[in-house]
């Protein structure tokens, strides 16, 4: 009996993971939680932050920022879209008390980097990049 209860247990928590959804099916951000790099201008690169959908850390927005400056508050199932310069960046990430998680990167001029922001069920949450 403890077994089944145990390994009943364990799918449940399983369960409650986040998962990844693509940035063209993900909920836009609404505009009041938008902070910078919104108006896109020539030459400018493109961003795009999308955060998993599920139950774990649902009821908290992650914290986006770049190059140290907030720039979204996004929430589960949602995607951001950001109009940065070309050259190095650094994206963070934290939410619901999990920690700073950054990620650098270097977009070309023009070009287009995808981020995904996940969340497993010991709240853990992991910045990465995506081709979704």
Request: glycine share 12%; charged share 15%.
């Amino acid at each position: 009996m403890k077994l089944i209860l145990g390994v009943l247990a364990v799918a449940l928590l399983a369960g409650c993971a986040t998962s990844p959804v693509p940035s063209s099916k993900a909920d836009p951000v609404p505009s009041s939680r938008l902070f910078v790099y919104q108006k896109p201008v020539s030459g400018d690169s493109v961003l795009i932050i999308t955060r998993d959908t599920g139950f774990v850390g649902g009821g908290c927005n992650t914290s986006v920022s770049i190059d140290g400056q907030k720039a979204a508050e996004i929430g589960a199932g949602e995607t951001a879209k950001f109009f940065v310069p070309a050259g190095e960046h650094i994206v963070g990430a934290s939410s619901c008390g999990s920690g700073l998680k950054e990620q650098e990167t270097n977009v070309k001029t023009g070009s287009t980097k995808k981020f995904r922001i996940s969340i497993d069920s010991a709240m853990s949450m992991d910045l990465s990049p995506t081709m979704q």
